[in-house]
């Protein structure tokens, strides 16, 4: 029986794509890396040391220049998550997450970013969640269940117990590798995998997915 549902918060809640978009590019101009859109679409659910090893492309840096540049990238990021308020919660996903409560379900975030909590608190939704598992909870990021699996367990329930909400590839293979019911949001060719497969978090059909 499903007693709870865990989200990822970077496109199913909310959509700050063009925002790390924008953090990187203007990183990898500073670097004289290459960088477009497409890349950044290969970044979607990965960590953030993970992007920048993608970024550099096989390119080696030293120890120090790696996380001076991780600094700088979340700098960038950091200043324009800052204008986001709770109207930048993406379509539906703020009247879903408070149906399930109503339902008596549990709610938590599992997102790979170290700034899912601030992210949450612009968006003014820190009371409809109980619990936020972020980018530093585990050791593992995603596609490891290791997220997925704390937040579970930040519930009090059991994997079998959860829904996992996601909109990248890794994400779902997450949830599906933590035993759980994975709602992928998307295209099929990125998040095909899931149990559900919707195009958009508002598109997704609870009685479906609850049975
Ligand atoms: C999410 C995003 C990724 C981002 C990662 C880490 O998974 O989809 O694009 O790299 O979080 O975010 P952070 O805010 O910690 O750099
Ligand atoms: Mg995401």
Redesign the pocket.
Known sequence: MIKGWIF????VITD??EF?FKAWKQLADEEGLSFTRED?EQ??????A??LRLLLKGKTVTDQHFEEM?TR??GY?QEL?EKMGPEDALPGARELVKELRSRGIKTAIG??????GR?IELLQMEDIFDTIA??HSVAN??PAPDLFLHAASQLGLSPDECVVVE??E??VEAALAGGMCAVGIGPAERVGKAHYVYAETADIDLKEVMG
């Open positions: 990822d918060l970077d496109g700050t794509a790390h950044n970044l979607r659910g990965v960590s953030r993970d992007s991780m990238k979340n990021y998550v997102s790979s970013s170290r700034n899912a992210v972020d980018g990021a995603k909109d990248a890794a994400g």
